[in-house]
């Protein structure tokens, strides 16, 4: 048995948002919660919490962690921002369904994923996701028991519709045959049994970009049939985002599918008035933001167009060497993004460019002696496509937008961490910290109580974790304590690593895996599941040499 002592809850009714002083009595569950008196003594181990704000683990909408969370530095990135488990498989794109790699260890049959999904999803995405350390294609449920006892967080995963469609039919740019519709929607079918929470659509990326209206139907009503949530990366933001909306909520509407719109930004009064009136039609909409008004990306989707065939990088690296193709490029497509190049900064640049990590695009341009878009095309070219950046938004995306969007109903918190390369954004390492003390502390957007929702109970119920979100009897013990004078993000765009202040103590299933604001080597997490998904606890095990049971 853990007590944590002397803790206080967010409290909605109270004068300042907290409680009085209370004790967490936890196992792998939270066993009950009393008021605080004297610090209790035998044989449990007690946690003086101070007065610190105890929280259920912050769940993270929107990550690119599949590779990642079994890296120590991005676990420890994470756990100092209190988030205790992650969604991944977002925008469309990740490691399964797929056939296992060539020279990969022997695997049942993966469903739609053809030979190639698996490195097309790990190239195309590299500056993204990265590579899994040991999983090489396989099946959902094969990638999510890469998750068990090998991280101090929990893991959830979503199919992703861009796998499942390079899995049926590859890249070809066209409608998908009825044939093609069902072989996804099984594989979809076999992801969501094996332990998917939902599916993503990423589409603005290829192949999913080509998917067209009937195919979006057949998935999205499997998804409704489960009660699991169809998670987008739209069509379009900022300009685009009426009709892109649109077309989720025409999804939405068809089939009752619950619909979740990732990374939401732009002008706050359009994209709020559009979830408002989907929540008053009676449909299920919810959305997720970051409190940072730069993106992150590959280099590919902000500067290309669909017209080059981006899902096959070695196909697109041979068009950008031929001369009419970069003709028609600089006479049709590169002139509207004059205003683009200016607000790029190479976050991911493998090879021998390189050096250009952390310089805008109009200064890696000086340095090659060339104009940005052809810097951009040498950048893409240099790294067969695996180049990412970070851009600043539109000034549409302003400040008072970000806080207009947090602060609505529908919205959790996601912080579309990208981990990879030597200049990442610093959202990876902050953006849950700077949620707590910018808008809660400093600016009031929300009180302690309504960060709870915004950052664990909402992603908690979007998702069908059943057991977490809340710090009541029986819900898994996964705990965070918040001091509320130090909490804060140090992260910045130029020192884009560094940890967030303020959280020091963290429990996973009533394990401490971090302790003072450093790790414990202890591995309590498992792969998260719609329902129930408690882990059991005592079989923790440490990163050095530990037993495994």
Known sequence: MTIIHGARLPDAHSADGLSHPVDLHLSDTVVSVTQS???????????????????????????????????TDVQHAMLRQGVTSIVVGQDGVSYAPSARAAGGPAMPDAGAGAPGAFAWATGYF??????????????????????????PLNVAYLVPHGTLRYGALGDAARPATPGEIAAMADALIRGLDEGACGMSTGLEYVPASYAERQELLALTAVLAGRGLPHVSHMRGYEEKAGAAMAELMDLARETDVATHVSHYHGPAAELAGYVDAALAEGLDVTFDSYPYLRGCSILSMVSLPTWLPIADPARTVQLLRDESVLARL????????????????????????????????????????????????????????????????????????????????????????????????PRGWGAF?????????????WT?????????TAAARRFGFTDRGQLLPGMAADVVLVDPDRVRDEATYENPRQLASGIDDVLVAGVPVLVGGAMTGLLPGRALRPGGSRPAAPTAVRTEGGVRS
């Open 37 to 71: 008196g004297a610090r209790p003594t035998g044989d449990g181990h007690v946690i003086d919490a101070d007065g610190r704000i105890a929280f259920p683990g912050f769940i993270d909408s929107h990550v690119h962690g599949e590779a990642a969370v079994l890296d």
């Open 126 to 151: 590299s500056a993204i996701n990265g590579e899994h350390p040991t999983f090489r294609g396989g099946s959902v449920a094969e990638l999510l028991a890469t998750y068990d006892r090998t991280t």
């Open 330 to 425: 600089h006479t049709e497509h590169f002139p509207a993004l004059a205003d683009l190049w200016g607000r790029v900064t190479m976050a991911a640049v493998p090879g021998e460019l390189n050096w250009t990590e952390g310089m805008t695009l109009p200064d890696v341009a000086a340095r090659l002696g060339l104009s940005p878009a052809d810097a951009a095309v040498e950048l893409l070219v240099s790294t067969g496509l695996r180049a990412g950046c970070v851009f600043a938004q539109p000034p549409t995306n302003s400040p008072e937008s970000v806080r207009t969007l947090l602060r609505h109903g529908a919205h959790m918190g996601g912080s579309d961490a990208i981990y990879a390369g030597g200049r990442p954004h």
């Open 433 to 445: 910290a700077r949620f707590l003390s910018e808008h809660v502390r400093d600016l009031g957007d």
């Open 448 to 456: 302690w109580a309504d960060a709870q929702d915004h950052l664990s």
